[in-house]
């Protein structure tokens, strides 16, 4: 277990510091990216979650998200002993990202004077802020992710092209789905970069938005559980 622990460290690390790596890059001044886009946004998370699922996977099944560790726990495709090793190992994998991320873009933080932009680096926030609505959308990005990677587990894939696969389905949440919450379907993936915003002495940066921060982690949570037993139930 302590391996498949490192690997979900290392896999979730590579997601956040390549996945807020292109958010800091289209959102920050002075960047050669600044202003690329939500395209650029969705196609880099997808090869940020497809890398970081190739760097885990030898090591573990590379979930890389409570939500799907929880999830896959709820239906029994996992060992409940695991969960806890994993989510603390996903937060330090996420935290961490989120620091090299600050460090990488390092004089940028200066040039930015958007409070918003800054924390949207790190952390998700809603387009139009209305708690049960971003919720919901939490909740129904995370049972889109949750069914299909355990549809994924039943089908056939030729040699080590599945991670292709959930890079490809974190890609069409964030395109479809992605536009009002900014797709957090992650615990980890939000909490951990939040919490590393809020104790870096980042250059003007505003507050880390706690009052929202519940959404990101209760709604992927629920959602993966439900997404987990409608497979099953299906």
């Known amino acids: 277990m302590m391996t498949q622990a490192v690997g979900e460290f290392i896999g979730t690390l590579i997601l956040v510091l390549l996945g807020d790596g292109v958010v800091a890059g289209v959102s920050l ?14 196609l880099g998370w ?28 709820v239906i029994g495709q996992f060992p409940w002993s695991g969960v806890l090793p994993f989510i603390i190992a996903q937060m ?3 935290f961490i990202g989120a620091v090299l991320v600050w460090l990488h873009y390092y004089p940028h933080w200066a040039a930015t004077q958007d409070e918003a932009a800054i924390l949207g680096t790190f952390a998700t926030g809603p387009a139009i802020r ?9 909740f129904l990005g995370t049972i889109m992710l949750v069914f299909v ?24 949440i964030g395109f479809s789905l992605g536009g ?51 497979f099953t139930l299906i």
Do not use: C, Q
């Open 149 to 172: 990677l355990l549809a994924f587990t039943k089908g056939k894939w030729t040699a080590g092209l599945n991670p292709m696969g959930v890079g490809a389905l974190i890609t069409a």
């Open 29 to 42: 001044n002075k960047s050669k990216a600044k202003d690329a886009g939500w395209i650029a946004i969705a």
């Open 130 to 138: 209305s708690p049960l609505a971003n919720l919901f959308s939490e």
């Open 92 to 94: 330090l994998g996420a």
């Open 180 to 230: 009002t919450t900014g797709y957090a379907i992650n615990p980890a993936r939000d909490l951990g970069p939040r919490i590393a915003h809020a104790v870096l002495p980042i250059a003007n940066k505003g507050g880390s938005d706690w009052g929202y921060s519940w959404v990101p982690v209760i709604g992927p949570l629920l959602g993966g559980i439900v997404g987990a037993w409608l």
């Open 46 to 73: 997808g090869l940020a979650v497809t890398l970081g699922v190739y760097a885990a996977s030898f090591l573990g099944p590379a979930h890389l998200n409570p939500a799907v560790t929880v999830g896959f726990a």
